[in-house]
Structures are given as C-alpha cells and as structure tokens.
C-alpha cells in the first residue's frame, strides 16, 4: 500500500513542474536614431555607427535566437526626408544582415541579465533626402529615426 501511495505522488509533482510557467524574453533595443551632418559618400554607401542590440529573458528561461524580423532595409526618417540604413554583422561591413538571419543561434537560459550583439550600419542614398553628383551623395543635414524590428525566439 505504502508503494503505490508514494507513486502517486511523485506523479503528481511531476505533471506540476511541467505546467510552470517558463517566462519571458524581452528585447531592450530602441528606435535607431541618427544625426547626419552634410553626409557625403561614394555610391557604394556611407559607413554608420554601430548599435548594441539588447535583450533579457527571465532567470531559467530558455532561448534559441535573435533574428531580424523586418526588411533587411531600414527606412530613416526626417519629415519627408530619408535614408536607406542596412546592417552588417561586421565592422568592415562585407557580411550584411538579411531578413530573417539569425544574429545569436544556439540554446541558452535567461539570467535575467542581458544578451548583447553589436552591429553595424552602412547608409545609402535616397531621394530627395540626397542628392546624386558624380558618384557623390550629398545629404540633408537633420536628425533622421527608424525602427527595424529583431525577434527572439523562448
């Protein structure tokens, strides 16, 4: 009798610690905004910043990765104005982000800390926000804001 009331239990403990609640992960990263001052660049683009792509999943939460979920061309904005911004996994900017790649692949579990992956951007020209001159860009100088959306995948 003892045998199986003990079984009984261990059964009940387990179906319980499946039904817990595994968490969440939240994505820390805002808008991408940039200041251009006069940008003058061959038509093969001009080399932008970088930016720290962030985010946290609670403790024991497992993850498996991060992926640009959006068009691989962000659109920057000033009024009416604007240019096209693409990201690179590299600082010489030769391995670009296309949608859909995966920028962190691999299991992990959430620490409740944040993940970090830095990349990088490369504008391009767009009209009438740039004007094309002999294979130069000139931009108009302001304060230009997108958003391009990443995934993480818990």
Same mark, same amino acid.
């Given at each position: 009798? &003892? $045998? ?5 239990? $261990?059964?009940? %403990? ?18 991408? !905004? ?17 930016? !720290?792509?962030?985010? #946290?999943?609670?403790?024991? !939460? ?11 061309? !962000?659109?920057?904005?000033? *009024?009416?104005?604007?240019?096209? %911004? ?10 670009? $982000? ?9 299991? *992990? $579990? ?16 767009? #009209? ?13 100088? *302001? ?5 391009? #959306?990443? &995934?993480? #995948?818990?």
């Amino acid at each position: 009798m &003892r $045998i199986k009331t003990l079984c009984a239990v $261990i059964l009940i %403990l387990f179906v319980y610690a499946l039904n817990v609640d595994a968490g969440t992960c939240t994505i820390n990263t805002p808008a991408f !905004t940039d200041t251009i001052s006069s940008i003058i660049s061959v038509t093969a683009g001009y080399n932008g910043g970088s930016y !720290t792509l962030s985010f #946290t999943c609670d403790e024991g !939460t497992p993850y498996t990765s991060l992926v640009l979920a959006s068009s691989e061309r !962000t659109a920057l904005k000033n *009024g009416s104005l604007q240019i096209n %911004l693409y990201f690179y996994r590299d600082a010489a900017r030769t391995d670009q $982000i296309k949608l859909g790649s995966m920028l962190i692949s691999g299991a *992990g $579990i959430g620490t409740g800390s944040p993940v970090e992956k830095t990349i990088y951007s490369k504008y391009f020209g767009a #009209t009438p926000a740039c004007v094309s001159s002999d294979g130069f860009y000139t931009c108009t100088e *302001g304060v230009y804001t997108g958003t391009a #959306t990443f &995934r993480v #995948t818990y």
